[in-house]
């Protein structure tokens, strides 16, 4: 299965170029910074919304620049 998967690095240095904590950032987004962590540290898929709100965000970064794209480790649809 294909799960796409926030890029920590990326968004932290766009944080840090905006002078934003993670806190400031969820409400921003509004989000709750709890969320956030799980997002982050890829613990949850971001949904599609949430890709879209923070690609709007970051108007400077791209898709490719924001997430990651991997095969799910837990895939058993080759095991038949």
Not at 1 to 28: C, G, H, P, W, Y
Request: charged share 30%.
């Amino acid at each position: 299965m294909i799960k796409v998967i926030l890029n920590r690095q990326t968004l932290e240095k766009a944080l840090t170029r905006r002078n934003l904590s993670r806190k400031v950032f969820a409400a921003d987004i509004g989000m709750s910074r709890s969320h956030l962590a799980r997002v982050i540290w890829g613990k949850i898929e971001p949904s599609c919304a949430l890709r879209k709100r923070l690609l709007e965000y970051f108007k400077e970064y791209t898709f490719d620049d924001l997430f990651k794209i991997a095969e799910d480790e837990h895939d058993n649809s080759s095991q038949h």
